[in-house]
Structure formats: C-alpha cells, structure tokens
C-alpha cells in the first residue's frame, strides 16, 4: 500500500466526504441535543422504522423471486429481464409516486410502503441474483442425491438470504430517508409524518440552527447499525463466495411453471418499471388529446431548455464518478488490506456516514466548508457539484470496491511485490485489472446517483443549475409534456454508461463480487 | 518515493485541470432567488439585455420552500458571493434582517411602495404580493356552498374535501404566524389541533405545499383548499376547471378577517461584493413597469402600488379587505409558533 | 560481504497467530546455494516463516537479515518486499488473471527495470528453463496446475534471485508432474546457483534434491536425516 497515496486518499476523503458533516457538530447546542429526549420525535422515529421494514418486506417479497426466476430458470428471456429489472433503481422514487398515485388510491404508509418497495426491490433482486449465481453447483447435486429436488432448492437457500437481507438493508436505509414520497403520496388523506419531516422543518427554525443537525443524528446513526451487518456479513464472504473447483447451478427446468414464472416477473417489471416509463411517454405524448406532433414538441423543447443543464449534468457526473471510483479503488483497498484491521473497520464506517447522513445537512455542510475567503474560485466554480457529488457518493464505490478487493486473492498482491512492483504499480496494474466489472459497476452507479442527486445539489451554485433539479421545477408548474420528456431523457442518460458497457463489454458490471 | 509522488500527480492532474478549467468568470452581479425560474428566468435576461450587464443568478426550487437559498446565505455569510437576494416571500427575508446579515439600501424606486411593505430600515422592500387564496375545483364546490374563509376548513359537512399544505415551511407557515400574531398563539394552536383532528380522520387533504395543493384541487382530488395565487394561476393557465375564493371577506366581525398579501421581497446583502450593480438592480425591480411585467406573468403578482397597471388575470384590491400585518412582529416570532406547530403537526 | 555471509540469517524470531504463538526464539541459517526443506504440519507456521522472511509479514520479535543485511526487525520492515530481491513460488501460483504468460514476465522485468530491449530474449530463455516455449499468449485460466506452476516458477526466477522460497511447490500435482518440476527446480538451482528454502508438509520426493532438512513443531526447528525414516511420510498426523 504505498503510504503517499494512501494518506492523499484519506485527506481527499475526510475533506469532500465527512468535512461536510464534522463542520456542522459546532453549530449544536447543548438545548439542542436536549431535544433528543423528545418521545414525538421518537415516535416518529418508530413510525419511520416500520416505513423501511415495510418496505424491505416488499423489496424481499418481489426481489427474490424474482432473482430466482432470472438467475437460475429456464423462464423465457431471463437475461433481458434481468437487466430490465434493474432499471427502477435509476429512476426517482418520486417518479414511481407520480405514476402510481394516479392510478390506484392507496394513500399514506401503505401506498408509501409499496411505491418505494417497488422502487428499491431491484436492490434485493441484484444482491440475491448473485448469490444465486454463486451457489456451488457441486453443494446442489450432493444435495439432490441426499433429498430429491426439494433439497436441492433449499440447499442454495442458506447461502442466498444473508445477500437478500443485505439488499433488504439497503433499501430499508433508502426508505427511511426519503421524506419526498411519503409527503407526496398522503397529499390526499391522512398526513403520513415521517422523521425525515422532523430534519426538514428544524432547517426552518433559524433561531436553532443546530437543531436540525441533532435532529439527523438518529437517523444516521439507524441507517449506520442497519448497513453494519451487512458490511459484516460481507467481511464473513457471506455474500458472495467462490470456493475453488467451482462449478456453475444448472439452470432449473420449470415445466408447466414457466408460465406463472413469467407472469410473476412480467408483473413485477410492469409495476416498476414499464408503468412508470409508460407513464411519462404518454404524459410527453400530451395524454389523451395528444399527438405524435405532441410528443416530438415535448423533447424539442426538453432539448432546447434543458441542453444546457442536461451537458452539465452530465459532465458533473461524469467527473464525480471518475473522481469516486478512482478514491474508491484506494480507499476500498486500504479497508480490506491496511495491517491494523480495526482502522479498515473504522474506515469502512466513516466511507457508510456520507450516505447516511440527509442529504440537505450534506449540502449545507458543504457551503459553510467551501464558502468562504480564499475558496470563492472554487465555490463558485462548476468544480463545486464535482466535490459535492464526489463527496456524497464516493462512499458507493468504497464499498463496492473494498467488497471486490477482498475477493481478489492477495497473494496476487504479493507476488507483484516480490516481483519489484512498488505499491502504485501493484494496485494500478494488479489490482485494478481484475477487478474492471466491479470499477465499471461503481463508476456507472455513482454516474447515475450524481445525475439524480436533488436533496444535496439544490443548494449549491452550479449544482443546483442541473437536469432534475429542472424536472422538479417542472413538475411544480404542472408542464407536463415537457418534463415528461425531460424525465425520460433523464433516465435514458442514467441508464446510458451500463448499457454501453453492457453491450460493448465482455466483462459485467459488478456491484457484488 | 518521489517518483511515486510524480507518478501520483500525473494520475490526478487531468482531474485538477477539469477542475481548475471549469472555474468560471466572475459576473457584473449575483442574485439568488427563490421566485421560480419559470417565472423570474426572462425577466432576470431582461435586465441584461437593457443594462448589459452579466447576471448570474441561483434559483431555488419549490422543494426547498426557500430554507435552501436562505441556509446557503447564512451559510456564504463569512465570505458573501450574492449581491442581491430576491425573495418571493417575507418570513426568511426578516429572519435574514434580524440575524444582520441585510445591508441597508432606501431605493428611490421604491419611495411610493405603502409603508406597511417596507423595512422602517430600509434592509428590505416588498412589492409584486402574492395572495393567500382559496382555490376551488368548479365540479366539486358547487356555487351556492362555496367557502368563504379559514374556518370552513372545520365545516366538513358544508364544505368536504378540504386541503391546506403542511403549515411548517413555506407561505402556509407564513400565513399560521400571521393568524397566530392576530387571534393570538393560543388561538391558533387549537386550530393547529383541530385541523390534525381532521386530517387524522381522513376529512381534511395535507398536500406538501401549495403547489401540489393546486395541482390536487385542479384534478379533483381534493374539492378546495388555500394556496398562492401563482399557484392558482398556473393551474387556470393550463386549462383546469378552477375558481378563486377571496377569504374572509364577509362577516366583517373578528380581527383575523382580511385576505393576506405576501409580497416578494428584495434586498441587498451585508458587504455584497458588487454594490453598485446590487442597487442598480434593486432599483431596475422596484420599478412600476417591472411590477406590471410581474403582473403580467404566468404567476400574475397583485401590485402593491394602486397605479401599477394590473392586466385581466390579476386580482385586483378594490374593495378587497386585507388583513393588516406587522410584518417585522410576525418575522420575529415565527421561529417559536413553527416550533410548537411542528410539535403538533409532526406526530 | 563475502561469499561466507548467510544468505539468510534468522535471529530470536517470534511470530503468534492471534493469541496462538507459532514460534518464538527461531534462528535459522541458510548457505548460498544451499537447499533446505522445512517440514511441518499445517498450521505450524512454515509459510508464514517464508512470508515473514519476504517482508510480507512482520514479526512480533527478531531479526532476519538477508546477505549480511538487515532486512526485518520485528515489527519493522528495513527493506520492503519488492527490494529483497526474492523468488517466491507461491502455492498454486497466484498467477495475475488478466496478464498473459509473457505479459506476466513482461511485468516482471519491467519493474526490475530490464531495459525493453532485452525482454523478448529474457522471456524466451525464463520460458524455456521452465520448459514453456509456446504459452506466451496463454492466460492463466487456460493453464492446467503443472503449468500454472511453471509459470510462477518463471515469474520467481526473473530477477534471478539468491533467495528461493518455495511453498508447497508441489502441492496439487499428479505425481508425473511433481518429479518433473523438482527436476527441473533442481538443475535450475545448480545451474543458478540460488539457495532455497522450501517448505512442504509431504518431504518424501523433495527429499531427493534437498542438501539439508528441518521440522518445524511446536515452534521449534529440528535437524532431520535426509536419508533417515524421519521423512516418511507426515500423511497420519496431518489435517
């Protein structure tokens, strides 16, 4: 590990990712943190927690069989459902809200529950399609000589719930800071209250401007202990694991069960990802009066006032993502090589605060570290959205690449040592190549979350000059066409990076060893 | 080492040389404001094109309700970058003055704007108001059950279907601390507690702001509901069956009666870095011809100056009772009403 | 230093695995061009003796020197890894999965700072020494475990190192293929002159071209008899 990078890393690392944090613990009082014994806060707390186990339950729900289906049948075209599959990931929840709202009534938790279920069961499906694909095809034939088909089914099981919990945690963490959906979901009946109001309302209270800081600190601190064991149980090689002489599953024949197979997966892409695109070409088409004149009006004008914004966009993410997988690579392989193991744990945790934390104390936190004397060229500068998106999403590709890295034997490491390769040589030239799918898989994913980050960017110069940010004035004003289109260019522009790697690639996109 | 140093460098500069290439040119003058793009964008290009001047402006967006422009003010505070800050309501902009971060500026453009719209300080000038309104759906308020004020909220048998955004950001929380600074705090906790009742029991919509409120009323969701006149007029723009209902204009018998006008507001900021430019703006928007441009706008602003020609779509005061509003009185005890609102709105 | 000087020289090490010690006081010495076996159960700390003397490890107390020089002081590493100047065939290979034979060596040379012009001959002569003419294309996915083997073999020799350090060479060879690597291992040692230390829990075919032999049991080295039944087989005591 050479120690010049190392320490470079680190310093970017604590600067653009917990700077933005560490700088707003002054602001609290102690009347602040006295606030914390307030049982309606905490009750909402318990509220906001059923909300996430919600809506992991749903993700578990769909996200498995699913994963099952797509991964180890024959059901007919599991690749392209697969890969559909993944799709609601890089849409905004609210989107899904917009659509669904429109066609069913189910308001407040349990309408909240099955939108953003539905928006994150892609999460457990991407984690559990992997275990699946993982499980020993030797463990499943000792399994069905010892018990018949039935064993041979449950056999695999053990090995694919610690990576369906993790993807259950992961969404469980999205959901329970998501304060947009559910407000935007019991817009109608019963005010559906969820904590992250309680952030939200305390940046209004200006005579306490450390309020809100407290106020975050159980969330993140909720988001942080559920994230733990799925770090762990990724330590524990429990998530994905190859032992050697591994054999590929079969694929399994479904017989006559093909049919409600398909079904099954056809209806989980319908709701999540077919109705909601469906949604917006037909809001660009102009709706039920519409016309094709309609639809190519709403994408000439989406072009034409949104160029700007979507180039920008574009290029913020384009650099954040760069900048992230490459702080990614050294930082992720620091925490799964560094001598002393607890530093990697605590490293681990820290690389888990930048997501954890609401995004507007993110932003915030931001502006008061960059904002002032001296830094004015940078803070006004279109490097800004470059820090703040790299600072808020560069913990994705810690974490996936430290996953990758423990899965990379080190001894590869070594010999390259012993070689006479010097420690940048070895993780540029050693390191790196192997794991090319899982740089892709982090590049592409904090491509796509800088390109919809809204909570942080909104508040800063130039990175609140973005694409969303411009669909989200939109929607306000009720433009429909034309945010419609704006949408869908932006979700085609998320979706771009995966697909061009997808198909110009021999390698996959790894998010998962 | 130090070709690891070398090799390092080389690795990151094409990344510094984005960074660094992407540092832009400073502008003539910096305004943030939290009127909405579509609304303020060509009037803001307008300025340029008649001083020629290069404006950089930062907008804020509906799902901030504003706190995200004022924090990042507070924020800049140790080093201001905005000259101006326009403000399309008031509440933040007195908490900004009374935390001193507003610089004083008696524009001459703003010598006929009613005193009860501008700082005894001179650190803020209101104009262009937008109204508390009751916006309501043609097929759902017939004519002979319309609402005529704030405590038909309650009437659900009357008046069903109501809505009214959450009251702890944004121009609902505006208009609480009005009512709160009127009928007393008391008075208007239990109307807070009534109005959760409500919702609690399914009668009574709580929409995220008033944008959705009139997007909701405008596609019968919900029957009626109080909003922004820019709201309304967005919705009447597009096409919607929707009418406006003037609040608490009949009886005539209680201090909280009056419709409440919430100007926008524009101030310059503490040690704003191009000053002249800042009151050359502040002027050029204080104007009567750029308050009849706002009036004429999709948002459809109500002049505070009488003589301001107002087009057709623009509600007119005439004969309109307005509730009288202290201003700095409301700004200064907003912080603690919001506190105590969210304990009963949050639960 | 003269030709007399230890290639290695192990002072007092002492190396624990968690709570367990697997050595403590350890000296050792190894003569240029000498082949020493070390024998040992698994799990008594041979490899981590061999990683400890190539600087990926450090010890808790001791010293190691190599050619006279100090190399590592307990929990200090004097010279780093990729400084020693050492061949290390790992078990199994650990072949880097994206570089092709020769981009292996290519690697290699490259940063022992082989001028470019002379790789081509170099990788020709390594691949024929390990009698691989042919695989400078081949990846490692596409090698079976002998070959594998062999081209770590010639990864470890690039520099042409003085110090071997063999672990477990043989460990997942058919038995055709174990006598034809020590065969090989062994005219490449007399005809390089490089001493080895080679580690195995199985002594009876390195046996044959070893100079000297030690076990290593309950954290001490004890001399063994080449020619004796010591080193028959550990097979009922192992695993």
Redesign the interface.
Known sequence: M?R??LI?ALGVFAVLCLGPLGIMLPRVTPADLASLGDS?TW??LGRTIGLGAGVSAIALLLGLPFAFFVTRTDVPGAGLLRLLGVIPLFMPALLMAMTWTVFVDWRGAPGTIWILGLSYFPLVAVFAGRAFERIDGRLEDAALLAGGRWAQLRSGLPLVYPAALAGAALAFTFAVNDF?VP??V??????F?VYA??I??????????GLAVVTALPLIALTVCTLLPVLRLRRRGALASIASGFRDPETLKLGVWRFPAIVFCLAVLSASVFLPLGRLFYEAWGAADGTLDTLRGAFASAFDLARDDLARSLRFAT?AA??AT?LGLVLGHAIERVRRRRLGTVLEIAALLPIAAPA?LF??GA??MW?????????????MP?ILFTGRLAAFAVLILSGAVASLDVRLEESAALAGA???KRL?QIVAPPLVGALAASWTLVFAFALRE??AG????EA??TAI??V????????DEYVAALSLLLVFASLLPALFWICFSRKRLEVLP | ?I???L??SA?LSP?LG???A???Q?PDLIIYTSV???HSESLLERFEEETGLTVRV????????T??????L???S??P?CDVFWNNEIA?TI?LAE?GLLATYDSPSAAEIPASFRDRERRWTGFAARARIMIENLNEVPEDSRPSGFMDLFDTERHPNA?IA?P??GTT?THFAVLGTLLGEDELYALAERIMEQ????KL?????N???A??V?SG??AWGFTDTDDFN??LA?GHPVRMGLPDQGNGDGQGDGLILIPNTVMILKDAPRRAAAEQFVDWLLSKEVEALIAES?SANIPVRPDVPRPDGVLSLEGVRLMPIDWNDVGRRL??I??RL??I??? | MTNSTPVLRIEGAALAFGSQPLFTGLNLELAPAEHLLMVGRSGCGKTSLLRAIAGLQRLDAGRISLHGSLATDAGTLAISPERRGIGYLFQGGALWPHLTVEGTLRFCLKCGRVPRKEHQGRIAELLEWVELSGFEKRRPGSLSGGEAQRVGLARALCMRPKLMLLDEPLGPLDAELRYSLLDRLESLRDQLGFATLHVTHDPREAARIAHRALRLEGGVLQPLDLEGSELSPLQPAIR
């Open positions: 050479s010049p990078l470079l309606r009750n909402l947009a407000d935007y019991s817009s109608v009946g019963p005010k209250n109001d309680e939200f309302a305390n940046w209004n209270n200006w005579k306490r401007p650099i760069t900048a490459f507007t932003g915030i502006i008061v904002s002032r004397p001296g830094l004015s060229g940078i803070y006004a500068s279109e490097a470059v010097g420690p940048i540029f809204l909570d909104i508040l800063v110069p609140n000059r940010i411009r989200f004035n939109g929607v306000h004003f009720g433009r | 080492m070709l690891a140093s090799r390092l690795c990344l984005l960074m660094l992407a540092c832009a400073d909405d793009q579509v930062e907008f804020d967006t509906e799902a901030t309700k706190v995200g422009l004022v924090e990042r507070r924020a800049e140790a080093a970058r933040n908490a935390e809505a959450r702890l950001e929380l919702n609690r029991a399914g919509a709580m929409p995220g702001g944008g959705p409120l997007k909701g405008a969701a919900t967005v919705m597009n999709d912080p603690a919001q506190e969210k304990e709105v949050l639960r």
